[in-house]
Protein backbone atom coordinates (compact mmCIF):
# COMPACT_ATOMS: atom_id res chain seq x y z
CA UNK A 1 0.00 0.00 0.00
CA UNK A 2 1.08 3.42 -0.63
CA UNK A 3 0.02 7.20 -0.09
CA UNK A 4 0.75 9.69 -2.35
CA UNK A 5 2.33 13.08 -1.13
CA UNK A 6 0.81 16.67 -1.94
CA UNK A 7 2.42 19.81 -2.66
CA UNK A 8 2.23 22.37 -2.11
CA UNK A 9 0.99 22.00 1.79
CA UNK A 10 -0.98 25.10 0.95
CA UNK A 11 -2.10 27.42 -1.16
CA UNK A 12 -3.54 30.96 -1.70
CA UNK A 13 -5.18 32.47 -4.63
CA UNK A 14 -7.45 35.34 -5.91
CA UNK A 15 -10.66 34.36 -7.57
CA UNK A 16 -10.79 33.51 -11.37
CA UNK A 17 -6.40 32.63 -10.78
CA UNK A 18 -6.04 28.52 -11.33
CA UNK A 19 -4.50 26.62 -8.85
CA UNK A 20 -2.00 23.62 -9.21
CA UNK A 21 -1.34 21.10 -6.80
CA UNK A 22 1.29 18.31 -7.49
CA UNK A 23 0.99 14.48 -5.87
CA UNK A 24 3.73 12.57 -6.13
CA UNK A 25 4.26 8.41 -5.23
CA UNK A 26 6.58 5.75 -4.76
CA UNK A 27 5.63 2.77 -6.33
CA UNK A 28 3.67 1.78 -9.31
CA UNK A 29 -0.50 2.37 -9.49
CA UNK A 30 -3.06 1.39 -11.59
CA UNK A 31 -5.10 4.48 -10.94
CA UNK A 32 -4.80 7.85 -8.68
CA UNK A 33 -7.56 9.68 -7.70
CA UNK A 34 -8.13 13.04 -6.30
CA UNK A 35 -10.82 14.07 -3.70
CA UNK A 36 -11.59 17.10 -2.20
CA UNK A 37 -13.02 18.00 1.29
CA UNK A 38 -14.59 20.93 2.51
CA UNK A 39 -14.62 22.40 6.09
CA UNK A 40 -13.02 18.78 7.55
CA UNK A 41 -15.72 16.97 6.99
CA UNK A 42 -16.37 13.82 4.32
CA UNK A 43 -14.23 13.83 1.38
CA UNK A 44 -16.20 14.04 -2.08
CA UNK A 45 -14.05 12.21 -5.38
CA UNK A 46 -13.22 14.51 -8.11
CA UNK A 47 -11.74 12.19 -10.67
CA UNK A 48 -9.72 9.10 -11.50
CA UNK A 49 -6.70 8.87 -13.92
CA UNK A 50 -5.73 5.46 -14.63
CA UNK A 51 -1.81 4.34 -15.53
CA UNK A 52 -2.76 4.65 -18.89
CA UNK A 53 -3.72 7.75 -19.35
CA UNK A 54 -1.68 10.82 -19.53
CA UNK A 55 -4.57 13.50 -18.92
CA UNK A 56 -8.05 13.76 -18.10
CA UNK A 57 -10.18 17.11 -17.72
CA UNK A 58 -13.99 17.35 -15.52
CA UNK A 59 -15.11 20.96 -15.81
CA UNK A 60 -12.52 23.21 -14.37
CA UNK A 61 -10.31 20.48 -13.04
CA UNK A 62 -7.44 18.52 -15.31
CA UNK A 63 -5.58 16.36 -14.35
CA UNK A 64 -2.22 15.14 -15.25
CA UNK A 65 -0.29 11.72 -14.64
CA UNK A 66 3.20 11.28 -15.66
CA UNK A 67 4.07 7.65 -14.30
CA UNK A 68 7.70 7.77 -15.64
CA UNK A 69 8.24 10.78 -12.50
CA UNK A 70 5.63 9.35 -10.48
CA UNK A 71 3.98 12.41 -10.00
CA UNK A 72 0.22 13.83 -11.17
CA UNK A 73 -0.55 17.53 -10.98
CA UNK A 74 -4.45 18.68 -10.13
CA UNK A 75 -5.39 21.87 -12.27
CA UNK A 76 -8.36 23.90 -11.31
CA UNK A 77 -8.94 26.91 -13.74
CA UNK A 78 -10.81 29.88 -12.98
CA UNK A 79 -11.07 29.18 -9.34
CA UNK A 80 -13.97 30.46 -7.37
CA UNK A 81 -14.66 30.93 -3.44
CA UNK A 82 -16.23 27.41 -3.28
CA UNK A 83 -13.47 25.86 -4.49
CA UNK A 84 -11.50 26.44 -0.73
CA UNK A 85 -10.97 23.54 0.10
CA UNK A 86 -8.38 20.85 1.30
CA UNK A 87 -7.36 18.43 -1.97
CA UNK A 88 -6.08 14.80 -1.08
CA UNK A 89 -4.74 12.19 -3.80
CA UNK A 90 -4.91 9.06 -3.28
CA UNK A 91 -2.74 6.00 -5.57
CA UNK A 92 -4.13 2.88 -5.83
CA UNK A 93 -1.06 0.34 -6.46
CA UNK A 94 -0.56 -2.73 -8.45
CA UNK A 95 1.97 -3.93 -5.46
CA UNK A 96 -0.86 -3.79 -2.90
CA UNK A 97 -3.16 -6.66 -3.37
CA UNK A 98 -5.90 -4.97 -2.10
CA UNK A 99 -5.47 -1.44 -3.18
CA UNK A 100 -6.11 0.12 0.13
CA UNK A 101 -6.78 3.66 -0.04
CA UNK A 102 -4.71 5.78 1.52
CA UNK A 103 -4.17 9.54 1.72
CA UNK A 104 -1.41 12.15 2.51
CA UNK A 105 -1.52 15.45 4.30
CA UNK A 106 -3.57 17.08 1.46
CA UNK A 107 -2.98 20.44 -0.14
CA UNK A 108 -5.14 23.37 1.77
CA UNK A 109 -6.14 25.96 -0.77
CA UNK A 110 -7.86 29.54 -0.03
CA UNK A 111 -9.89 31.40 -2.74
CA UNK A 112 -10.20 35.06 -1.78
CA UNK A 113 -12.82 36.92 -3.65
CA UNK B 1 -30.13 6.22 2.25
CA UNK B 2 -28.07 7.28 -0.61
CA UNK B 3 -25.36 7.96 0.78
CA UNK B 4 -23.14 6.92 3.94
CA UNK B 5 -24.35 7.78 6.78
CA UNK B 6 -22.42 8.31 10.14
CA UNK B 7 -23.86 8.87 13.61
CA UNK B 8 -23.41 10.41 15.67
CA UNK B 9 -22.01 13.69 14.06
CA UNK B 10 -20.68 14.93 17.30
CA UNK B 11 -19.83 13.66 20.35
CA UNK B 12 -18.27 14.88 23.66
CA UNK B 13 -17.01 12.07 26.09
CA UNK B 14 -15.41 12.71 29.51
CA UNK B 15 -11.51 11.09 29.48
CA UNK B 16 -11.50 7.41 30.48
CA UNK B 17 -15.43 6.94 29.01
CA UNK B 18 -15.94 3.93 26.11
CA UNK B 19 -17.38 5.07 22.93
CA UNK B 20 -18.84 3.84 20.00
CA UNK B 21 -19.20 5.23 16.69
CA UNK B 22 -21.63 3.81 14.08
CA UNK B 23 -20.94 3.97 10.14
CA UNK B 24 -23.83 2.54 7.57
CA UNK B 25 -22.33 1.86 4.17
CA UNK B 26 -23.97 2.19 0.84
CA UNK B 27 -25.89 -0.51 0.08
CA UNK B 28 -24.05 -4.08 -1.80
CA UNK B 29 -20.41 -2.00 -1.08
CA UNK B 30 -18.06 -4.62 -0.19
CA UNK B 31 -15.19 -2.21 1.28
CA UNK B 32 -15.20 0.24 4.40
CA UNK B 33 -12.53 2.19 5.74
CA UNK B 34 -12.03 4.09 9.10
CA UNK B 35 -10.28 7.21 9.67
CA UNK B 36 -9.18 9.69 11.66
CA UNK B 37 -8.14 13.33 11.29
CA UNK B 38 -7.03 15.38 13.59
CA UNK B 39 -7.86 19.28 13.34
CA UNK B 40 -5.44 20.56 10.62
CA UNK B 41 -4.06 17.17 9.61
CA UNK B 42 -4.33 14.74 6.89
CA UNK B 43 -6.65 11.10 6.84
CA UNK B 44 -4.90 8.51 8.74
CA UNK B 45 -5.82 5.05 8.06
CA UNK B 46 -7.62 3.25 11.18
CA UNK B 47 -9.02 0.03 9.18
CA UNK B 48 -10.25 -1.30 6.05
CA UNK B 49 -13.12 -4.34 6.05
CA UNK B 50 -13.34 -6.15 2.35
CA UNK B 51 -15.72 -8.87 1.98
CA UNK B 52 -15.65 -11.49 4.13
CA UNK B 53 -11.87 -11.64 4.08
CA UNK B 54 -10.11 -10.72 7.80
CA UNK B 55 -9.81 -7.03 8.41
CA UNK B 56 -6.53 -5.30 7.81
CA UNK B 57 -6.42 -3.40 11.38
CA UNK B 58 -2.47 -2.37 10.83
CA UNK B 59 -3.87 1.27 11.11
CA UNK B 60 -5.09 0.93 14.88
CA UNK B 61 -3.23 3.32 17.14
CA UNK B 62 -3.24 0.97 20.11
CA UNK B 63 -5.77 -1.85 21.97
CA UNK B 64 -7.92 0.55 22.53
CA UNK B 65 -9.56 0.72 19.57
CA UNK B 66 -11.42 -1.91 17.70
CA UNK B 67 -14.09 -2.41 14.82
CA UNK B 68 -16.41 -4.64 13.55
CA UNK B 69 -18.64 -5.35 10.70
CA UNK B 70 -21.77 -7.45 11.32
CA UNK B 71 -23.38 -8.95 8.11
CA UNK B 72 -21.15 -7.23 5.85
CA UNK B 73 -22.83 -3.75 6.19
CA UNK B 74 -23.05 -1.56 9.25
CA UNK B 75 -19.77 -1.02 10.72
CA UNK B 76 -18.99 -0.30 14.70
CA UNK B 77 -15.65 1.88 15.43
CA UNK B 78 -15.10 1.13 19.62
CA UNK B 79 -12.60 3.26 21.26
CA UNK B 80 -12.38 2.14 24.79
CA UNK B 81 -10.88 4.69 27.87
CA UNK B 82 -10.83 7.35 26.02
CA UNK B 83 -8.12 9.98 26.36
CA UNK B 84 -7.83 13.24 25.01
CA UNK B 85 -5.44 12.69 21.90
CA UNK B 86 -8.58 10.49 20.43
CA UNK B 87 -10.32 13.87 20.00
CA UNK B 88 -10.57 14.00 15.99
CA UNK B 89 -12.94 13.43 13.13
CA UNK B 90 -13.48 10.12 12.11
CA UNK B 91 -14.50 9.01 8.66
CA UNK B 92 -15.85 6.42 7.17
CA UNK B 93 -15.84 5.44 3.52
CA UNK B 94 -17.49 2.81 1.37
CA UNK B 95 -16.25 1.41 -1.82
CA UNK B 96 -18.31 -1.04 -4.41
CA UNK B 97 -17.21 -4.28 -5.68
CA UNK B 98 -13.82 -3.77 -7.68
CA UNK B 99 -12.04 -4.96 -10.11
CA UNK B 100 -8.46 -5.68 -9.73
CA UNK B 101 -7.29 -2.34 -10.80
CA UNK B 102 -9.41 -0.69 -8.46
CA UNK B 103 -10.51 1.78 -10.54
CA UNK B 104 -13.84 2.81 -8.38
CA UNK B 105 -14.59 5.55 -6.19
CA UNK B 106 -14.92 5.80 -2.45
CA UNK B 107 -17.67 6.98 -0.69
CA UNK B 108 -17.48 9.23 2.38
CA UNK B 109 -19.72 9.82 5.19
CA UNK B 110 -19.98 13.35 6.86
CA UNK B 111 -17.83 11.87 9.94
CA UNK B 112 -18.12 11.92 13.97
CA UNK B 113 -16.38 14.78 15.48
CA UNK B 114 -15.18 13.05 19.01
CA UNK B 115 -14.20 15.47 21.59
CA UNK B 116 -12.96 13.98 24.91
CA UNK B 117 -12.74 16.42 27.82
Known amino acids: SQQGEEDPQALSIQEGENATMNCSYK?????LQWYRQNSGRGLVHLIL?????REKHSGRLRVTLDTSKKSSSLLITASRAADTASYFC?????????????FGAGTQVVVTP | GAGVSQSPSNKVTEKGKDVELRCDPI?????LYWYRQSLGQGLEFLIY????????KSGLPSDRFSAERTGGSVSTLTIQRTQQEDSAVYLC???????????????FGQGTRLTVV
Open chain 1, 90 to 102: APRGRTDSWGKLQ
Open chain 1, 27 to 31: TSINN
Open chain 1, 49 to 53: IRSNE
Open chain 2, 27 to 31: SGHTA
Open chain 2, 49 to 56: FQGNSAPD
Open chain 2, 93 to 107: ASIPPEDRAWNTEAF
